[in-house]
Every structure is written in C-alpha cells, then in structure tokens.
C-alpha cells in the first residue's frame, strides 16, 4: 500500500483558498492534492478547456474562486471513470440538491472513506450522509469506481517492482 493514501486528505471547502487564483497558481495548488492517486496532473489547457465547455464557469479577471478549485478538485478525479459529459450532468444533479461547499465536502469524506476500506486501513467503512438518494448512489458509484482503479493500479506497480528484475532482459523471467 502506498505511504500517501495513509495520509491522503483533500482540502474541505473552507480550507481551499478564495482569494482568487491566477491558472498557474490553481494548478500548483491543486496537483499536489492528487498526486498520491497517481493520475494525471491538471494542466492549465485542461482547465481552460473546462471553462470554455462551460464545466466550471469564467474565471473573475482571470482568477479561479473556491466554488471553480472544488469543480475541478472533482473532475480530476472522476474523469478518470466517468466522461466529462455525465460529469456535466453530475454537477446539475448536484445544484438540485446541495449547495457546492455541503457536495464537495461530502465527495472529500465519502472518497477518504473508501479509500482507507479498501486499502485495508480500517476494517469498515464510515456511513457518511443521511440521506438515501439516486443522486448518492450515483456519486458513491463513481468513487468506488475510483479508488477500485488506484487500488488496482497501486497493486499492479507494487506487483511490477517486486517481480521488475525477473522480468528484465536477461532476467530469471526472460522469454527466449
């Protein structure tokens, strides 16, 4: 198991800062957060792009607020199992429901949850929220789905590392 999902913790909303972030600013502040998951960093492409298909909104001269930080704290981690068209749909879900500091919240703790279950840090998960809707259902769906991929994924290195000098030309494991 790696070290960082031990201690892996996304900012809640009050913590992520609100006094506007320029885009190289947004993407210093944000890639450290996810670099334990191992997927790909935000680039600022990516974020412009969000903007101009209308996934987070304009930035206010130039500078990304805590409601835009929460969105694309989100979208880095679900696009890597859901496309960013029912992305769109989970964030119009959202809005008819939750307001984006109570949703981001819960997305941070329902995805730790989950990620400490599975990598055997606790022995069950926490019942985090109240309530019992298709919109949480959805939302658990997609985190489950995520953290079975950097499960997976963590298992799969840590296979690869301790097989990597049979596997290696020349190697007990070379194919001839």
């Known amino acids: ?3 960082s999902i031990e ?3 996304l900012p809640r909303y009050r913590e992520i800062p609100n006094v506007g972030l320029y885009l190289d600013q947004t993407v210093k ?3 450290p957060f996810l670099a334990p998951l191992g997927f790909s960093e935000v680039t600022p492409s990516m974020i412009s ?3 101009k298909k209308g996934y987070i909104s304009n930035p206010v001269r130039k500078q990304y607020n805590a409601d835009q930080i929460a969105s694309l704290f989100f979208i880095a981690i679900a696009k890597n199992v859901v496309s960013m068209e029912n992305i769109g749909r989970l964030f119009e879900m959202q809005e008819s429901s939750y307001e ?6 819960y997305f941070c703790a329902e995805l730790e949850n989950m ?3 599975t990598f055997g840090l606790k022995d069950e998960m926490d019942d ?4 019992d809707t ?7 769906s997609v985190i489950i789905a995520v953290v079975h991929i950097i499960y997976l994924t963590s298992q799969f290195d840590a296979y690869t590392q301790e097989h990597a000098p049979a596997l290696l030309p020349g190697g007990e494991g070379e194919i001839k």
């Not at 984006?100 to 919240?105: G, K, L, M, S, T």
């Not at 298709?134 to 658990?140: F, H, P, V, Y």
């Open 1 to 3: 198991m790696p070290v």
């Open 7 to 9: 201690k892996f913790r």
């Open 29 to 31: 502040y944000i890639n």
């Open 49 to 51: 792009n969000y903007v």
């Open 100 to 105: 984006r500091p109570v949703a981001y919240d």
């Open 115 to 117: 990620l400490e279950y």
């Open 128 to 131: 985090i929220g109240t309530t």
């Open 134 to 140: 298709e919109q949480r259902k959805i939302l658990q």
